[in-house]
């Protein structure tokens, strides 16, 4: 369910509002002043990536094969 914000163009107080279904957005008014001259404002956003439990990741690690005549490298944030 989106949380909607919501500007206030008479008064100027912006709100929230949760939509739980499509026609709860048809008919919105400011809580203040009862006014129904909106606009939609810009929400922010947190976005937040996968972490790594708190472990440094290695810049760069050397890796040799079993007949100790090769080697590779594997930098981060680089996959095969």
Same mark, same amino acid.
């Given at each position: 369910?989106?949380?909607?914000e ?5 008064? =100027? ?18 809580? /203040? #002043?009862? *006014? ?7 929400? =922010? ?10 472990k ?7 890796? /040799? #094969?079993? *007949? ?9 944030g680089?996959?095969?």
């Open positions: 369910m989106p949380i909607y919501f500007i206030c163009l008479e008064c =100027k107080n912006i709100f929230e509002l949760l939509a739980v279904k499509k026609g709860d957005l048809l008919e919105i008014k400011c809580p /203040s #002043c009862d *006014s129904d001259n909106l606009e939609r404002a810009m929400s =922010k956003i947190a976005t937040t990536s996968g972490g790594n439990s708190g440094k990741q290695t810049p760069v690690e050397n890796r /040799s #094969c079993s *007949s100790g005549t090769c080697s590779t490298i594997t930098l981060p680089h996959t095969k």
